[in-house]
């Protein structure tokens, strides 16, 4: 696909937009976002701009640069330029995030009603879940709460008009076009279908955060074991 420059703001006078779609454009390529992702990867990692830098946000279609003097903002421009170009030859080789999921029962107490929403038995429901390869589009909501996109169409299902006031720690759930996971109990109006026992946020870990922006992420339908 043939990506757009970027459209430049200066939000603050630290921070700097940089839009590749209206902010308003719900579908974002998964191209796209892969390579803003990988943009902010490279303006961390590099000698000339990550000094410059006190934190990149990524969000669909967009990248937000905080820096920590704005009169820098030129020559952090100009490199992200450079960076931006050179990475279109770069293959990008994600990270795989392979995540166990139990789905159903008290683990995914709306499956069933998600399924038939969409037409499905539970069964295909799950199969085409964990099927998927998904991809962390941005982090946002709560810490560590990954939207997650590339969810099959047939499984797009609308947020509930009634929020639950309770969604437990590692719950899996659907909201829109989008998967994702609880990192902590929330009230939550997403479509929960099941649950992992992973830790996605962990405050006194170096990296706080399991997924990252860019990360490819596999869920693995897990059994509950007889006793």
Same mark, same amino acid.
């Not at 038939?116 to 709560?142: D, K, W």
């Not at 810490?143 to 997650?148: V, W």
């Not at 026992?197 to 074991?225: H, W």
């Given at each position: 696909?043939?990506?757009?420059?970027?459209?430049?703001?200066?939000?603050?006078?630290?921070?700097?937009?940089?839009?590749?779609?209206?902010?308003?454009?719900?579908?974002?390529?998964?191209?796209?976002? @892969? =390579? &803003?992702?990988?943009? %902010?990867?490279? $303006?961390?990692?590099? #000698?000339?701009?990550?000094?410059?830098?006190?934190? +990149? /946000?990524?969000?669909?279609?967009?990248?937000?640069?905080?820096?920590?003097?704005?009169?820098?903002? @030129? =020559? &952090?421009?100009?490199? %992200?330029?450079? $960076?931006?170009?050179? #990475?279109?030859?770069?293959?990008?080789?994600?990270? +795989? /995030?392979?995540?166990?999921?139990?789905?159903?029962?008290?683990?995914?107490?709306?499956?069933?009603?998600?399924?038939?929403?969409?037409?499905?038995?539970?069964?295909?429901?799950?199969?085409?879940?964990?099927?998927?390869?998904?991809?962390?589009?941005?982090?946002?909501?709560?810490?560590?709460?990954?939207?997650?996109?590339?969810?099959?169409?047939?499984?797009?299902?609308?947020?509930?008009?009634?929020?639950?006031?309770?969604?437990?720690?590692?719950?899996?759930?659907?909201?829109?076009?989008?998967?994702?996971?609880?990192?902590?109990?929330?009230?939550?109006?997403?479509?929960?279908?099941?649950?992992?026992?992973?830790?996605?946020?962990?405050?006194?870990?170096?990296?706080?955060?399991?997924?990252?922006?860019?990360?490819?992420?596999?869920?693995?339908?897990?059994?509950?074991?007889?006793?």
């Amino acid at each position: 696909m043939s990506i757009p420059d970027p459209a430049i703001s200066f939000v603050t006078e630290h921070g700097i937009l940089l839009e590749f779609v209206a902010a308003d454009n719900s579908v974002i390529e998964p191209a796209l976002q @892969r =390579r &803003l992702c990988q943009l %902010a990867n490279l $303006l961390r990692e590099h #000698s000339h701009t990550g000094p410059l830098l006190c934190d +990149i /946000v990524t969000a669909p279609g967009s990248l937000l640069l905080v820096l920590h003097d704005g009169r820098t903002a @030129r =020559r &952090l421009l100009r490199h %992200a330029e450079t $960076l931006w170009r050179a #990475s279109a030859q770069q293959s990008i080789n994600p990270r +795989i /995030v392979t995540v166990p999921v139990f789905y159903g029962g008290e683990h995914g107490p709306d499956l069933e009603q998600a399924a038939s929403i969409c037409g499905l038995s539970t069964a295909t429901f799950v199969e085409r879940h964990a099927a998927g390869n998904y991809f962390v589009q941005s982090l946002g909501f709560m810490p560590g709460f990954a939207y997650l996109g590339g969810l099959d169409p047939q499984l797009h299902i609308k947020r509930k008009d009634t929020p639950s006031a309770r969604v437990a720690p590692g719950s899996v759930a659907i909201g829109g076009s989008n998967t994702g996971i609880y990192p902590s109990e929330s009230p939550g109006g997403w479509h929960v279908i099941g649950r992992t026992s992973l830790t996605l946020f962990d405050a006194n870990a170096q990296q706080p955060c399991l997924l990252q922006p860019g990360d490819t992420v596999r869920f693995i339908a897990q059994k509950e074991s007889q006793s």
